[in-house]
């Protein structure tokens, strides 16, 4: 198993690792890692791994079987190589801010209507959120726009943590996806945006609210019966 640093400090840009596998030359399962698997809606990170003056470019990874693959774009990594793995940090920065902004207007949306998430994709240039919810109001989920924003103004720390699953899963709303089931794991992952929103993740956020900056509405849409789809987008900082 990966050893997922990218878990513990969300803000590594940089690490050591060991290469455990190469598959098919382009495959690599390291020792432990800053990238992202892509999943949970949130893209996979991109970027780097180093060894001495060969650079190997990172543009997917993904999580098969508890191991992170790497996917580079060349061979010649082999087993037991020691290298230095760096993060495409803008576009990592960028989906941790969407990412807890998410979560924050999911929450306020969930409080103010009872809506579930059904779905979401964070992106780079918009993030999509999915949720079931009879009323169809675009100047209401205006409103819940606003309201993350004017939280997003203020020092709201944002706080990842391992509960044991019983207790985690006695928190009431700790489970926001409709259908969601948490992985059958002793401990779950927790992030907590203070006073606003706790719920059972593994992604990736921001410590604090004022780092997500602000969030624009772009569009929302009906997607028939109870499924609604809305658009947002970050501001640039
Ligand atoms: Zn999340």
């Known amino acids: 198993m990966t050893e997922e640093l990218y878990l513990v400090d969300s803000y590594l840009k940089k690490c050591r690792a060991r290469v455990i596998s190469v598959t098919q030359e382009k495959y690599v399962v390291l020792d432990q890692t800053i990238f992202y698997p892509k999943g949970g809606g949130q893209p996979q990170d991109t970027g780097k791994i180093v060894k001495g003056s060969d650079v190997y ?89 606003h309201e993350a924003n004017n939280l997003f103004n203020k020092d709201i720390p944002v706080k990842c943590y391992e509960l044991p699953r019983k207790e985690a899963l006695k928190i009431p709303g700790i489970i926001k996806m409709a259908k969601a089931f948490p992985p059958n794991v002793s401990f779950l992952r927790v992030v907590e945006v203070v006073g606003v929103d706790i719920q059972a993740d593994g992604g990736t956020h921001v410590h604090n609210l004022r780092e997500v900056g602000q969030i624009q509405f772009i569009k929302a849409q009906n997607k028939g019966k109870h499924n609604r789809r809305v658009y947002f987008s970050l501001e640039d900082v």
């Open 57 to 145: 470019k990172v543009d997917f990874v993904g999580k098969f079987s508890g191991n992170i693959s790497h996917e580079v774009d060349r061979s010649g990594l082999k087993e037991g190589d020691e290298v230095t793995c760096v993060l495409d940090w803008d576009r990592r920065f960028k989906l941790m801010r969407s990412h807890t902004a998410a979560h924050v207007f999911a929450s306020l949306l969930n409080t103010g209507t009872g809506a579930l998430t059904t779905g979401n994709q964070l992106g780079l240039d918009r993030t999509r959120f999915d949720f079931s919810l009879e009323n169809f109001d675009r100047s209401l989920l205006k409103q819940y726009i």
